[in-house]
């Protein structure tokens, strides 16, 4: 199983950007990979999900102002989120995507327990304020 990590969370004002990294501690490049957020009092929802051919799915609240993207030799996934808004506030986490139970297109927009997926990482904080 791979392992995950999560950086570059922050705190940011709204219609400001971060870039997300999930670095894994082995190949990526069969696997379908997801972005996740939570925030308090909120289930854990799929943000965006990125196929192993890099075919991306993003959740309808995101309305374009965030990227998906994956390098697969440096063993990393990303996400740059642009325009954040304060309901973009979140512990945001990655994961690997078992396709055996999980469509990879249907990752975003859904709901997710935490045991429902083996590889989360332990996330990183996005914080936006007005």
């Known amino acids: 199983q791979v392992h995950l990590v999560e950086s570059g969370g922050g705190s940011v004002q709204a219609g400001g950007s971060l870039l997300l990294s999930c670095g894994a501690s082995?190949?990526?490049?069969?696997?379908?990979l997801g972005w996740f957020r939570q925030s308090p009092g909120k289930e854990r929802e799929g943000v965006a999900s990125?196929?192993?051919?890099?075919?991306?799915v993003y959740a309808d609240s995101i309305e374009g102002r965030f990227t998906i993207s994956r390098d697969n030799d440096k063993n990393t996934l990303y996400l740059q989120m642009n325009n954040l808004n304060p309901e973009d506030t979140a512990t945001y986490y990655c994961a690997t995507v078992d396709e055996t139970r999980f469509s990879c297109g249907a990752v975003a927009g859904l709901s997710w327990s935490a045991n429902a997926l083996d590889t989360w990482g332990q996330g990183t904080l996005v914080t936006v304020s007005s």
């Open positions: 990125i196929d192993a051919d890099g075919s991306a």
């Open positions: 082995a190949s990526i490049s069969d696997y379908c």
